[in-house]
């Protein structure tokens, strides 16, 4: 213990006590602005400026599933629907969760670290903006194939031309490739309704 360190007795646990009256105080602040750590934050630099999807992740087990959600949930891209009818046409759909981790899949025999809940690690499917690409999924401003995010906003009428933009989540500047656990795009599909669509197209096979 350091020397000369003032120890507690019970006359000054009054002093105490209103210490902690004046801190529980409530304050006057907003709602709370998320830390880049909190929403696991990850630049385009880091994502080697590819879109983040499971087929650029080290828990995917490539063209099957998850390492860290279990066999149960089929993981892979789709196109819906397959042919162009009279009154839609065929989108790509990539899925992505929150906890991708930038890296080359398992090419070999599927394997599993543990039996996560695919809505906990909010596991959706992204529609890529054209069928075919090389890599999408998401990012902030959609460049390199990427869709982008509801929460980035930018001056210019295309988010994919702008350098950089506004994240109206962290309340600050991110580039156009970075991308987070807070993506959010109004048209993804939930990985219970992707799964309806795989079933669907494999019965179909």
């Given at each position: 213990?350091a020397?000369?360190l003032?120890?507690?007795?019970v006359?000054?646990?009054?002093?105490?006590?209103?210490?902690?009256r004046a801190?529980?105080?409530?304050d006057?602040?907003?709602v709370?602005?998320?830390?880049r750590?909190?929403?696991?934050?990850?630049?385009?630099?880091?994502m080697?400026?590819e879109?983040?999807?499971?087929?650029?992740c080290?828990?995917?087990?490539?063209?099957?599933?998850?390492?860290?959600?279990?066999?149960?949930v089929?993981?892979?891209?789709?196109?819906?629907?397959v042919?162009?009818?009279?009154d839609?046409?065929?989108?790509?759909?990539?899925?992505c969760?929150?906890?991708?981790q930038?890296?080359?899949?398992?090419?070999?025999?599927?394997?599993?670290?543990?039996?996560?809940?695919?809505?906990?690690?909010?596991?959706?499917?992204i529609?890529?903006?054209?069928?075919g690409l090389?890599?999408?999924g998401?990012n902030?401003?959609?460049?390199?194939?990427?869709?982008d995010?509801?929460?980035?906003?930018?001056?210019?009428?295309?988010k994919?031309?702008?350098?950089?933009?506004f994240?109206?989540?962290l309340?600050s500047?991110?580039?156009?490739?970075?991308?987070?656990?807070q993506?959010?795009?109004?048209?993804l599909?939930s990985?219970d309704?992707?799964?309806?669509?795989?079933?669907?197209?494999?019965?179909?096979?």
């Open positions: 213990m020397r000369n003032l120890v507690y007795k006359e000054h646990l009054r002093k105490i006590n209103s210490m902690r801190n529980s105080q409530p006057i602040q907003g709370p602005i998320p830390t750590g909190e929403v696991l934050f990850v630049s385009a630099a880091e080697h400026n879109p983040a999807s499971c087929y650029n080290i828990f995917y087990n490539s063209g099957d599933s998850c390492q860290l959600i279990g066999s149960r089929r993981v892979r891209r789709f196109t819906y629907p042919y162009a009818i009279a839609s046409k065929p989108i790509e759909y990539w899925p969760c929150g906890m991708q930038y890296g080359e899949p398992n090419f070999g025999p599927p394997k599993f670290i543990a039996s996560a809940d695919p809505a906990s690690l909010d596991l959706i499917w529609n890529a903006p054209s069928v090389e890599s999408s998401a902030c401003g959609g460049e390199n194939g990427g869709d995010c509801d929460h980035y906003c930018t001056p210019t009428g295309d994919r031309d702008a350098r950089d933009g994240c109206r989540v309340q500047t991110v580039m156009n490739g970075d991308v987070c656990a993506w959010r795009d109004d048209d599909l990985w309704k992707a799964q309806a669509i795989l079933k669907e197209q494999s019965d179909g096979k």
